[in-house]
């Protein structure tokens, strides 16, 4: 059976590895399901994202097979989301865990793998709509009385 891993010494195929929830209630990967090979319909990981538990810990690289999370079999991207889902808010030390059975890299579709995660718009127009939503707004009732207007 698997030990858990917080930091790995060598990356053995089956482990477990115990991710802490990161900023966001995320531990930052992005799952594919796989379309051919040895692990087709299996839930395999595509996407690590920078500053996340899941590539801090150097014990999830792109490619890894995910047969568990948290015990409970995934076979379905859905599933693996919902099982990495923060359920204890803020403040809890709840863990994942994550049971890597293999690596299948050479199946990942070169054009998805680490590619980088889509940007939020950039427009003119969208950076103008975010700049007013957080402008500072007048509190209400409380108008500054104009020296120029007569009482």
């Known amino acids: 059976m698997p030990t858990p891993l ?8 089956p482990r477990i590895v115990r991710l802490y929830h990161g900023k966001h ?18 839930v395999c990981i595509v996407r690590l994202h920078e500053g996340y538990p899941a590539i801090k810990c150097g014990a999830v690289k792109v490619g890894d097979v995910v047969s568990k999370v948290n015990d409970v079999e995934v076979d379905s991207i859905a599933g693996a989301l919902e099982q990495c889902k923060c359920k204890g808010g803020r403040g809890t030390d709840e863990v994942v865990e ?21 940007k939020e718009a950039s427009s003119p127009i969208a950076k103008l709509t975010r700049s007013l939503s957080f402008s500072k707004k007048s509190k209400a009732g409380k108008s500054k009385r104009n020296v120029w207007e007569d009482d």
């Open 25 to 42: 209630f995320k531990i930052g990967v992005d799952f594919l399901v796989l379309k051919d090979g040895e692990y087709k319909g299996k």
């Open 98 to 118: 994550v049971t890597i059975i293999a690596n299948a890299s050479a199946h990942v579709p070169a054009d998805v793998a680490n590619a980088p995660a889509a």
């Open 6 to 13: 917080s930091v790995p010494l060598e990356l053995e195929y």
